[in-house]
Structures are given as C-alpha cells and as structure tokens.
C-alpha cells in the first residue's frame, strides 16, 4: 500500500440522486428498520417498562435524541470527518494513529490498537446478529396480517437470508441499485405511517422535548437505565453507517441521512408514540399496530421484509470492509478479497466472511426463533463498539487532527456519557442472550491480537536476519561457489535488503542464480494501474530490484510482468526458466518465543490456513520452489 493519505475521489463521492439513493439500499438499512423492535423492546420486552403516558413520552424523547446527538452528531458529523483514504470505520480510525502508537515494539500491541481490535470484534458479532433479528423481525408481521401463517415465520426467515447471502458476490454497488429504490419506499412508508398517527394523536410531539426522556430517567431510575438496552437499537445502524462509507461516499450519506432517512425515521417513532398513548396494549408490535390488521396489511409485511434484508446489507458489507481494513493493517489473516467496482475501492466481497456469516445467522434464528429474544443478544455488540469508537477517536483527533487534550476530551466525555449508559444497561442483558456476540467477539478478537503479535514478531525476526545488499554483493564470490542458469524470482514484502529466504539458499547450498529479481509487489490506491506494472533497478552482480504496482481491481499477475520484463533482461530467454523462491516459515511452538505457546500454535495454524502466495501472485506452481524455516517466535 501507498503511504499517501489523500482520500481517493470516487465518482460515488458526488452527491447526485442516483448515488444518494445507491447509498440509502446499502448503507441506511440497519437503521432504517429499528422501528420495526425499539420502542417493543423498551415497552414491551423483558427490560421494558409499562406503555403508561409518561413512560411512552420518555422512551421517545430518548430515542429522537439518541438519533439526534449519536447518529447526527457523533456519527455523521464528526466520525466521517475521520477517513482512511475515504474509507470508514474503527478500524480506519487506527489507521490514522502512527506506526509507533499502535506498535510500541516487536510483539507488543499499543492501546489504542487493543482497543479497536476489541471494537471491531464486536462488530463483528453485530454482523452475525443484525440479519436475524432484522428479518425475524419482519416477517414476525405475519402473526398481524396472516395468524394462519405464523409457524412459517422461521422457516421463511432461514430462506430469506439464505437468498440473501446467496446474491452478496454481486457487489455492494450493484445491489444498491437494486435495493434503493426499495429502502427510499420504505422510508417513504415509514414517514407516512408515522404522520397519519401523529395527526390523530398530536400529543406525540411532545416528545421531541428532551426534557420528557430527562424526566423519565430520574422518574423511572432503575427500570429507566434497563430500558436503555432498548432505545439503543435505535441506533444500531450507526456504526455500519460509519463503516460504509468507502462504498459510497461522505457526502451521499450525509446528504441521504439529513434529507431523508433521519426526518422518516423521527417522523414514524412519533407515530408510533401517538399509537402507544391511545392504545398502550399495543407496545407488544408497535410498528405492525400501525397498519390495517388482516390481509391489507399483508404489503406492509412484504415490504418490511424487503427492507429488513436490505437492513442486513449494511452489518455485511460494514463486516466486508472492516475485515479487508484489517488484513491490510496485518490485524487479520490473509483470505481472498474480491474487489467488485472499479469506481470505489471499498466495494469489494469477502467469500470467507460471507460464509461465515450466513451459517452464523441462520443458526441464530433457529436457536433464538423470537426477535424478541435476539433482541438481549443485539445491544450489547453495538454499544460496546459505539463506546470503543469513541475511546479511539480521542486518540486521532490528538494525533491525526492535533486537537488539544481539552478540545479533544470534552467531545469524546460527552460521547461516552451516552455510549457508557447504553452499554452500562446492555450489560444486563449479558445471560438473556448477550453472551451471544461476546463469544464471537472474544474469538476474533484473539485470531486479531494472535495473528497482530505473530506477524510483528516475524517482521522482526526477517528485519534482523536479511542483510544490506551492499554487504551481501562485497560477500558473494566468498558465498557462492556456483552460479546458476536462468532467472531466480525472490518475492519479498520489501527490496531495501536481501530477504533471509534467499540467504537460506546461498548459505545452505553456496549457489545463486545467475540472474536474480527481488520483486516486490505494491497495491495502489487507483482501480487500475495502466501502461508498464514494473520499475527494474540494478543493484550488481546479476541482481535487480523489481517493483511492481497494481490496482485495486488488478489481479497481481507476477508471472506475466515478469515474462514480458525477461524479454528486457535477457531477450530470447524461455520464460519457464523462471523460478520463483518464496519463503515458508514453519512456526515452531518453544519456550524461548515472545509468543506465548498457546498463541504460537494458533498463529501456526493461521499461517497455514492464510491464502497462498502463489495463488494470490498468480505463479506457476511447477515454477515454484518453497524454502522453509523453522521459527521460535
């Protein structure tokens, strides 16, 4: 990667209809569709409180405000000021800390580090949560517009993320042109319902008045904090708004969130709350009390299920992005990424991850079977992230922005004061079912520190164990006995020196040869490199130092650069007498290591289980020779 932090202007970036509306299908799902489980889970839930007046005004007023300074605010307005080359999310926000504050030394992880990596963890338990319990959730309408049909409600939900998971390798972007439209008539719906309440119920809008949520939490004390497990989901799309950005843009999200999803969104809570005051029985399914009972309200049910698995677009490809942000900070193993627009680099497609989260998914709606019980399980993965993100921030704005510790520590205190409540209250939920994300996210989390610590080590270990070229070349007719015909190809993360690979070969068998090419390969920040890939230096004695560059959507196609760059170095020579020598360490679990011995056999078994070099440089593989190493890390 380029050290370059420029952001990268995507045509996406441009506020015009067609991307705002792109935006709204992928980006505002998971918060578009709150509606649907807030205000049942805060009046209705296991930690709810009773639908009185009070109670119903307060709730609201605490979700509009929670919109208001959490999304707006926090999100929208200041955490989108902080992209990595116009990329989102917590794992972007390290990415602007220096080398030197996110590793204080070989092996040794610095804070703020631990702290998103734990963030993004979380995250990554929300993933596997938000399409459950958004789907679940929608076609849980059944039981208001067909009764007969309620024992199909879990089997319809399994097909439905089936369906949805199925299509996830056509993009972000292409499924926003498809899902769109459907969330914008959602949104539209969700308004219009809301103000056809607030009319025969004007009362409602007293609860844009924050004194009604501020009442109800010294009125209500206890049973007000446990209620604050259920105003959070309100803003459960928040954070997957934040990490979605480098599909689209700042600039269409924001303009999509003011204009549109956020004045729906506040407009359909208040009609729910006109609805609670007239009729409190119905906090059981506020949303579904809202539209006509029996087959007319069979559409709305249709279209809340379409818009829930719109809703579960956001939490994947928000996972999508934080997992391909992470491999390229050295955070998580190597797994294929599939970049899948050449306008916006973070539209891509992770299979693994895809994978991983459908299987996940589906197991939790046949374990859970109600969105109510999912609900418990919901809060607790986004209020730690929304807590951790804030955590983070203070240490970019100190770094990165040069905001001075007073500026800097007002704005992210007043940020935890909210994050702290909602993750104070979700906690309480921790045996109804918040273990649930706490066991996925205690998983990543130490795939996340492991392979973090094994890779720095490594680092570490070749950094001592190569050595400056000029040395090597004063030394090599002492080493090498024997020079060999053809063309030897050493791929190397970086050519400033020689790599410890290619010293395991002279010494062990005192032969090179003749012409050797330390290659190495640099993904750009631009969907396609055009013209020639490599960059040739000659360093003497039959050495080169080749580098070359790709783009995001370039396949690294090393074999072919390197054949047409033969032709350069020694025309007419036979491309099959190249041979590509790559190292492979073999971790070796010892008592001498940094690692501790439980972490060096799990990092062996991801240094196994990463992708292969040979496929992700596309080598011959009856061209490759793998030089092996034993490591006590």
Request: net charge positive.
């Amino acid at each position: 990667m380029t050290d370059s932090n420029a952001a990268i202007v995507s045509p996406y970036d441009t506020v015009t209809l067609g991307a705002v509306i792109a935006a709204m299908g992928i980006v505002f799902g998971d918060i578009a569709t709150s509606p649907l489980y807030t205000l049942q889970e805060c009046l209705s839930g296991p930690h709810g409180v009773a639908p009185t007046r009070a109670n119903v005004l307060g709730c609201v007023s605490l979700v509009i405000w929670s919109l208001l300074l959490v999304v707006t605010g926090k999100y929208v307005g200041v955490l989108m000021q902080a992209d990595n080359r116009g990329e989102g999310g917590i794992v972007a926000l390290l990415a602007l800390v220096p080398r030197a504050l996110r590793e204080r030394a070989p092996g040794v992880l610095g804070t703020t580090t631990v702290l998103v990596l734990i963030g993004a963890a979380l995250l990554f338990g929300d993933g596997i949560i938000t399409p459950a319990i958004s789907v679940l959730s929608a076609v849980e309408g059944l039981r208001v517009a067909a009764p007969g049909l309620a024992g199909a409600i879990v089997p319809a939900t399994v097909v439905i993320l089936v369906a949805l998971f199925s299509v996830q390798s056509r993009g972000s972007g292409g499924l926003g042109r498809y899902f769109g439209p459907v969330m914008a008539v959602w949104l539209g719906t969700a308004m219009v319902l809301g103000l056809v309440h607030i009319a025969k119920q004007p009362e409602a809008l007293a609860a844009l008045s924050p004194h009604h949520g501020i009442a109800f939490l010294l009125r209500e004390r206890f049973s007000a904090f446990r209620a604050l497990g259920g105003v959070v989901l309100s803003v459960t799309g928040g954070e997957a708004l934040y990490a979605d950005m480098g599909h689209f843009g700042r600039r269409p999200i924001r303009a999509g969130w003011l204009t549109f999803a956020l004045p729906a969104l506040m407009a359909n809570y208040l009609g729910q709350a006109g609805l609670l005051l007239a009729d409190g029985s119905a906090a059981r399914q506020p949303f579904y009390a809202m539209i006509p009972a029996g087959p007319a309200g069979l559409p709305f049910v249709l279209l809340g299920t379409a818009a829930t698995i719109i809703a579960s677009q956001a939490l994947i490809s928000g996972v999508f992005s934080l997992t391909s942000q992470s491999i390229r900070l050295g955070y998580f193993p190597r797994i294929t990424v599939r970049h899948t627009s050449g306008e916006a680099i973070g539209q891509i497609y992770v299979p693994f991850m895809n994978a991983f989260l459908a299987v996940s998914s589906i197991a939790l709606v046949l374990l859970f079977r109600e969105s109510s019980r999912l609900a418990a399980a919901f809060g607790l993965a986004v209020s730690g992230t929304m807590a951790v993100t804030s955590l983070a921030f203070y240490r970019v704005a100190r770094v990165h922005f040069g905001w001075s510790r007073a500026r800097a520590g007002t704005l992210v205190a007043a940020f935890l004061l909210i994050d702290g409540a909602f993750l104070g209250a979700n906690l309480l939920k921790f045996t109804d079912g918040g273990y649930v994300p706490t066991i996925v996210a205690t998983l990543f989390l130490i795939v996340s520190i492991v392979w973090a610590r094994g890779r720095s080590l490594l680092r570490s270990h070749y950094t001592r164990q190569s050595e400056p070229a000029a040395a090597f070349l004063a030394n090599l007719p002492k080493r090498v006995d024997q020079r060999l015909p053809g063309v030897g190809v050493v791929m190397t993360a970086t050519a400033e020196s020689v790599p410890p690979v290619l010293l395991n070969v002279v010494r062990r068998f005192r032969a090179m040869h003749r012409t050797v090419l330390l290659t190495t390969v640099v993904t750009e920040e631009v969907p396609r490199v055009t013209g020639d890939h490599a960059a040739v230096e000659a360093i003497g004695q039959g050495l080169y130092r080749v580098t070359l560059r790709y783009g995001f959507m370039d396949k690294p196609r090393v074999h072919r650069a390197l054949v047409a760059l033969l032709g350069r170095l020694e025309p007419g020579a036979d491309p099959k007498t190249l041979t590509y020598v790559l190292g492979q360490e073999r971790i070796v679990p010892g008592r001498r290591g940094r690692l501790l011995p439980f972490e060096e056999r799990i990092f062996a078994a991801l240094t196994r289980n990463a992708a292969n070099p040979s496929d992700v440089f596309d080598l011959p593989t009856d061209q490759v020779v793998e030089v092996g190493a034993r490591v006590d890390l």
